[in-house]
């Protein structure tokens, strides 16, 4: 029964609990002024979750991207990109807005690693457009955008970033794991504007959307060719391969499991148990998708741009496709220029080349290795064992065929390049970055590069 001071005050009761509950629900809408100098905007944070209605990873819109961010700031980032050796990039806190909405506090450091080769042998005042990370929660404890903790800021040589954006797409139809990417500006206030790729980072968020169980660690090849088992110290690997998760568990074992599996099973161990330690479908699939994208670079043969996940329970490693800069034969990045400094074009079309070239590539960046440690370093085992074997190589060349049949053939590469440039051209704000011109010349090398495939293969 309730009590008669209840039945008194309970409408007074209802008016507190509703006006508390609308209290809360208020307080999660801030109202936040664009403090870039344009704009007042709203924005939703949910559990420090940032929303907005335009999906930042929608790829049928061209979004823009602002970073406050002074002269002195960037200088800082690079300066102490090269006064760590080119080992550590350092956050630096930004406000960034995305789509027309602020989000205040975000770390904003450097990414990439081969990217960052035409910082490091840059000596004039010219800006160079790198590759960056937004980290939304390095400043403020949980906060995400989008339930997203992270985004990369990715370039290309060129404006149009098509040989990127197209092979992605490619390979999220054929099923292979790739992140999300999309057309975006990105205006450092006041300094620059440039195109950008905003590109899904293969963290947490990552997994949870790709993959089901919920114990594992991400592995990032480096710059080298390496896949073969060195010793069990994991110092070994450090400079081949980074844990980015778990970072304080497994010290690598997993990856030198996988490792010691690949370099010393018998042949007959490596062709009856490989599927128990390697995704058949995610690792068959991105070799292909490199010959069919990658067929006259011989930069194709580091094999690196790439994730590792491993599934605690299973000890099974799937492979995630990262960099696509040089699909469809592109040659025009900066890699590419550098080494041509160091070798003629034959060169680098010649495979046999491979160990001076390597050298180079891993001095260039940031090791140093000693002499007798150079051929297994750079030995890539899995692909080497896995094309000599009779089945698997079987397997390779009717995926090939299969994969060369949807992605020429049935059109499907004209097919997601003529959406993008549907996507650019639709965008207001496309000359300020590139002329009409000047992007259908673009077009016209993959389309050229299709032709030619289809032509030579048939």
Known sequence: MLSLAFKRNYKLIVILVLIFIFSVIFSQTRIISYNFGKYYTQLENTWNNYTNSVNVLDDSIFHEI??????????YLIQSYKSNKYLDKEYISVNVVIDWKEIQNVGLRLKGNIDLLEILTENTDTFIKPALLLKFDQYEENQTYQWLSQLALRVDSSDSILWQLVSFKLFQNLWLYSPDTAYTSLDFWELWSYIYMVSEVIDENFVSENFTNTSWVIYKALNSLSFSY??????????????????????MKLLIN???????????????????????DSFLGMIVMDELMWREDMLLWLLNNYYIYIDTETNKASFIVWDQKMSFSNTQTAIYEILLKYYSKNDLEDIDNITELLKFTQNGIRLEKTDDKWDKTYLNDLRKRF??????????????EDYRQIVFQENLALEYLNYYETVFFSYKNFSNYMDYVT????????????????????
């Open 387 to 400: 094309m000599e074997n009779e089945y698997f190589y079987s397997l390779y060349l009717s995926k090939l």
């Open 230 to 251: 060195l010793w069990e110290d994991p110092v070994s690997y450090i400079d081949l391969f980074e844990q980015e998760t778990n970072k304080n568990n497994y010290d």
């Open 66 to 75: 602002s970073i406050d961010i002074t002269k002195e700031q960037y200088d």
């Open 258 to 280: 996988l490792f010691d599996f690949v370099s010393n099973s018998s042949d007959e161990d490596f062709e009856k148990y490989f599927e128990d330690y390697i995704d058949m």
């Open 439 to 458: 992007y259908k010349n673009m077009v016209n090398t993959i389309i050229n590069y299709i032709n030619n495939f289809s032509l030579n293969n048939n």
